[in-house]
Nanobody
Framework: QVQLVESGGGLVQAGGSLGLSCAAS????????MGWYRQAPGKQRELVAD???????NYADSVKGRFTISRDAAKNTVYLQMNSLKPEDTAVYYC???????????????WGQGTQVTVSL
């Protein structure tokens, strides 16, 4: 069992910056890839960025050069620094973690409850 709690959402003007954090609860499961997804009204949930346990990163084309994902393994926390924000970035942002028991063949995804990010003109 893993619980993910997001923080840092809010309202910001276009061109501004915002930082998101997601902390995972203590667990016997090992946490591998962590990532951020977002869902805007009327749209499907989409990947924003993710990061592996070896710190390899992956970004959606729409946020490359503007967003930075990072993690602190000791704190089981993943961050998303968002710069040069655009109104199109407005969405609910969700944290996701892929976790697996040490002896298990497969793991599963765990999701946070989401945090609202609103970018105004």
């Amino acid at each position: 069992q893993v619980q993910l709690v997001e923080s840092g959402g809010g309202l910001v003007q276009a061109g501004g910056s915002l930082g998101l954090s997601c902390a995972a609860s203590e667990t016997f499961l090992r946490i591998y890839t962590m990532g951020w997804y977002r869902q805007a009204p009327g749209k499907q949930r989409e990947l924003v960025a993710d990061i592996t346990s070896s710190n390899s990163t992956n970004y959606a084309d729409s946020v490359k050069g503007r967003f930075t994902i990072s993690r602190d393994a000791a704190k089981n926390t993943v961050y998303l620094q968002m710069n040069s924000l655009k109104p199109e970035d407005t969405a609910v942002y969700y944290c996701k973690a892929y976790c697996k028991a040490p002896t298990a063949a497969f793991g599963r995804d765990y999701w946070g409850q989401g945090t609202q990010v609103t970018v105004s003109l």
